[in-house]
């Protein structure tokens, strides 16, 4: 039973560039949630994902966007990058209880 | 709004000690609450979780936590600890309001031989 696997693993871009990360969730799960992880902090909730519409966003500029496709899989897009968007970006998955999250080991992403 | 703190950013304990590490939150019905683990670069692994019913709830590799309505606590617990235990342990809270997980800032657990 694969769990929810990210691509890639470590990501560096330049300011100002365009990024695109890629999330697979759990086998069964059918929503995804992103959360961006500054150094030394916990996770801040970007977005969750159902039915391939965004149903929940927190306070994250509009550079932040995502998808979800018909098989549950989903991406996050990031525009316009700035340094401060260096960190660990995690994608989870849930199936029912949206809250009980399951988490993948996420993309490092470096803005130089 | 909700919210969740844990107040220690670094505990170390003595292998084979035991260990106690608190969560409060904020907020005015009966939460959802998780605990996760974080090895350096990992990603969140569910250590367990609590969404009604009995207030001692036990988890994954010999961990349980209370829930303490009235101290709007869910402290973290395991009698003897390991030095595979050393790791950043996040408290988060989710509730029918709305679909995101807050958390708290982490504290990292530090295993002293």
């Known amino acids: 039973d694969a769990g929810v696997t990210q691509s890639p693993t470590h990501l560096i871009k330049t300011r100002g560039q365009q990024v695109t990360l890629r999330c697979s969730p759990k086998s069964g799960h059918d929503t995804v949630s992103w959360y961006q992880q500054a150094l030394g902090q916990g996770p801040q909730f970007i977005f969750q994902y159902y039915e391939e519409e965004e149903r929940q966003r927190g306070n994250f500029p509009d550079r932040f966007s995502g998808h979800q496709f018909p098989n549950y899989s989903s991406e996050l897009n990031v525009n316009a990058l700035l340094l401060g968007d260096s960190a660990l970006y995690l994608c989870?998955?849930?199936?029912?209880?949206?809250?009980?999250?399951?988490f993948g080991p996420g993309t490092r992403l470096t803005v130089t | 709004a909700q919210s969740v703190t844990q107040p220690d950013i670094h505990i170390t304990v003595s292998e084979g000690a035991s260990l106690e590490l608190r969560c409060n939150y904020s907020y005015g019905a009966t939460p959802y609450l998780f605990w996760y683990v974080q090895s350096p670069g990992q990603g969140l692994q569910l250590l367990l979780k609590y969404f009604s019913g009995d207030t001692l709830v036990q988890g994954i590799k010999g961990f349980e936590a209370e829930f303490k309505r009235s101290q709007s606590s869910f402290n973290l617990r395991k009698p003897s600890v390991h030095w595979s235990d050393a790791a950043e342990y996040f408290c988060?809270?989710?509730?029918?309001?709305?679909?995101?997980?807050?958390w708290g800032a982490g504290t990292k657990l530090i295993i002293k031989p």
């Open positions: 989870a998955s849930s199936f029912g209880t949206p809250w009980e999250q399951y």
């Open positions: 988060a809270v989710g509730a029918d309001s709305n679909y995101q997980l807050i």
